[in-house]
T-cell receptor
Framework: GAVVSQHPSRVICKSGTSVKIECRSL??????MFWYRQFPKQSLMLMAT?????????EQGVEKDKFLINHASLTLSTLTVTSAHPEDSSFYIC?????????FGSGTQLSVL | AQSVTQLGSHVSVSEGALVLLRCNYS??????LFWYVQYPNQGLQLLLK??????LVKGINGFEAEFKKSETSFHLTKPSAHMSDAAEYFC???????????FGSGTKLNVKP
């Protein structure tokens, strides 16, 4: 089956630093990738939709200057959390669309100290 | 706009008992519906999906769901629960273009021995 690789799985950083999370589709080309944020015991909140070669579309309330998304190729999308604050601590999950199916990465637990 | 409501944030069943996880959707146009399972600190795995055709869909691990338009429901069932079914389950909805996926708040399934 299709595989989406997300790295790192866990990252701890200091407040004010930037963190980059990578999402790769390993065996298929994903024209669309999605980034979600999941708070403890809550559902996935769609942050942005990323299409290869174009600017990401952010959901209402998501700061595009804080959460930078780059979809440079059909197999790679990155999310950079800039000037991270403790309230940015969360579980971030990427997903890649292939036809009618959505495949998920294993998630990144971000902890900002 | 589309939305999903999952009734019951926690469901507990005995091993071997019927599993029923409820999902109701709201959509102004025919929806595509999905059930995903999430194990701790992991991404989501697709259990099953409904797009068109037969309203009773079978998925992996013995799960199935029935699309009932009149009730705007897509409940997930399994005749006999197994300990390995303990996880969190999310219902999701999208439209024919798969541009966005919206998730319910999730239901945590606990299976008692």
């Amino acid at each position: 089956g299709a595989v989406v690789s997300q790295h790192p799985s866990r990252v701890i950083c200091k407040s004010g630093t930037s963190v980059k999370i990578e999402c790769r589709s390993l065996d298929f080309q994903a024209t669309t990738m999605f980034w979600y944020r999941q708070f403890p015991k809550q559902s996935l909140m769609l942050m942005a939709t990323s299409n290869e070669g174009s600017k990401a579309t952010y959901e209402q309330g998501v700061e595009k200057d804080k959460f930078l998304i780059n979809h440079a190729s059909l197999t790679l999308s990155t999310l950079t959390v800039t000037s991270a604050h403790p309230e940015d601590s969360s579980f971030y999950i990427c997903s890649a669309r292939w036809g009618e199916k959505l495949f998920f990465g294993s998630g990144t637990q971000l902890s900002v100290l | 706009a589309q939305s999903v409501t999952q009734l019951g944030s926690h469901v507990s069943v005995s091993e071997g008992a019927l599993v029923l996880l409820r999902c109701n959707y709201s959509s102004s146009v025919p929806p595509y519906l999905f059930w995903y399972v999430q194990y701790p600190n992991q991404g989501l795995q697709l259990l099953l999906k409904y797009t068109t055709g037969a309203t009773l869909v079978k998925g992996i691990n013995g799960f199935e769901a029935e699309f009932k338009k009149s009730e705007t429901s897509f409940h997930l069932t399994k005749p006999s629960a197994h300990m390995s079914d303990a996880a969190e389950y999310f219902c999701a909805v999208t439209l024919y273009n798969f541009n966005k996926f919206y998730f319910g708040s999730g239901t945590k399934l606990n299976v008692k021995p």
